[in-house]
């Protein structure tokens, strides 16, 4: 048992557009799977390997709504039960394959690795933003090698962003405004505000697209994560004093502004790999396509930057095994996100997690 993520959640394992009359294979959580999409278009997850000698499903071949092993023929359907043997009449009743619960929402494909009985359709995080017509995007999957955690911490600290993006996003601005950190039993929020600055390139960028405007502004990043692995962030530009930030009990006023999500959601494969899926969604200039193309390849632009700092703190990490960790005051969303993932997973192993291998968090001495 891995002591790096629940199993009783609900994980992206594709983008809706990857899977098709096709076998893909995918690893969640350690678990090899296969996806396909039945005749009548909907998803179904099996586990890969075969009941008989355990090769792989995806290597076999998918018929009507049937998968058959590439191996010696045995037949499953989408529930995962055998229906042909080669040579035989009676099929053993034992004969099959762990199928998984699914849901198709919000643009992804999500899988449940836990216990089937607890999977609730209620609880697919909130990514509604990826296919609601009030806003244009489109995404990526990556596949990053690091602890899933490694990327929420990153997103949950966008101070980053004036060391890592500064071609784009970043600006001394970011690194310096106050922040407040807060949190619920499933969500952790960082909220910072960044009054009348000059607009980094990307968003004056957007602002002329989106409102013919330029000029000071009041930025904002609200980082929101969900438990155990997805985080919306409702970033944007408003003129300045226009009534965006939210004062004196009034509600914010984004009207003179240009308001993006970017929607991200990790999942393990393995305790040092991860699907990182991402999408870009924006509530202005909705009809322009070519609009949401350069924003999807200017966005995997600056993720590619994060993967690089990722991928070498990962292995940094693992070549200083006894490296203990202090937070600084930029790391309160992330503590608050770990807190909530390590109580999602000591209240499935009922308490007896083993220590930490990888980043243990301790309060600053
Ligand atoms: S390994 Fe699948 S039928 Fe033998
Ligand atoms: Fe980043």
């Known amino acids: 048992m891995s002591s790096t993520f629940p199993l009783n959640a609900w994980y992206a394992c594709a983008y809706d557009v990857e899977v098709g009359r096709e076998l893909l294979a995918r690893t969640v959580c350690q678990r090899k799977l296969v ?7 909907t998803p179904a997850i099996l586990e890969d390997a075969c009941w008989h000698r355990l090769l792989p499903l995806s290597k076999g071949r ?15 359907n989408a529930d995962g039960r055998c229906t042909r043997m080669p040579s035989q009449e009676t099929i053993n009743p034992s004969a099959c394959v762990r199928s998984f619960p699914v849901v198709e929402k919000h643009r992804f494909i999500w899988v449940w690795p836990g216990e089937a009985a607890l999977a609730d359709p209620a609880l697919v995080p909130d990514m509604h933003w990826n296919d609601d017509p009030a806003w244009a995007g489109d995404g990526k999957m990556i596949r990053v090698k690091c602890d899933y955690r490694l990327v929420l911490d990153n997103l ?6 004036t060391f890592v993006h500064g071609s784009s996003i970043g600006q001394q601005a970011v690194a310096e405004a106050p922040f407040v950190a807060t949190h619920g039993d499933r969500t952790a929020t960082v909220t910072r505000w960044m009054e009348n600055i000059d607009p980094p390139p990307f968003w004056a960028s957007q602002l002329r697209h989106g409102l013919g405007r330029e000029g ?13 692995a997805t985080i919306a962030i409702d970033v944007g530009v408003a003129l300045t004093g226009t009534g965006a930030i939210p004062r004196d009990g009034k509600d914010s006023d984004r009207s003179q502004g240009v308001n993006g999500y970017v929607l991200n959601t990790i999942t393990p494969e393995t305790e040092t790999t991860c699907l990182y899926f991402w999408a870009f ?16 390849e200017g966005v995997a632009r600056i993720f590619r930057e ?3 700092i990722l991928e070498a703190q990962q292995q940094a990490i693992l070549d200083h095994p006894d490296h203990r960790f202090y937070n600084l005051n930029i790391d309160a969303g992330s503590m608050w ?9 000591e209240r499935e192993t009922g308490g007896t997690t083993p220590p930490q291998r990888v980043i243990p968090l301790r309060p600053a001495a």
């Open 337 to 345: 996100m770990r807190r909530l993932i390590d109580r999602m997973i």
């Open 216 to 228: 000071q502004v009041d930025r904002w990043q609200i980082i929101r994560f969900e438990a155990p």
């Open 156 to 161: 949950m600290d966008l101070t980053h962003e």
């Open 62 to 76: 998918l018929d009507g709504d049937e998968v058959t092993c590439g191996y010696h023929g045995l037949v499953y």
């Open 35 to 41: 996806l396909f999409r039945r005749v009548d278009g």
């Open 306 to 308: 994060d993967e690089l």
């Open 281 to 296: 969604a924006r509530n202005y200039a909705l009809a322009d396509q070519r609009l949401t193309h350069e924003l999807r």
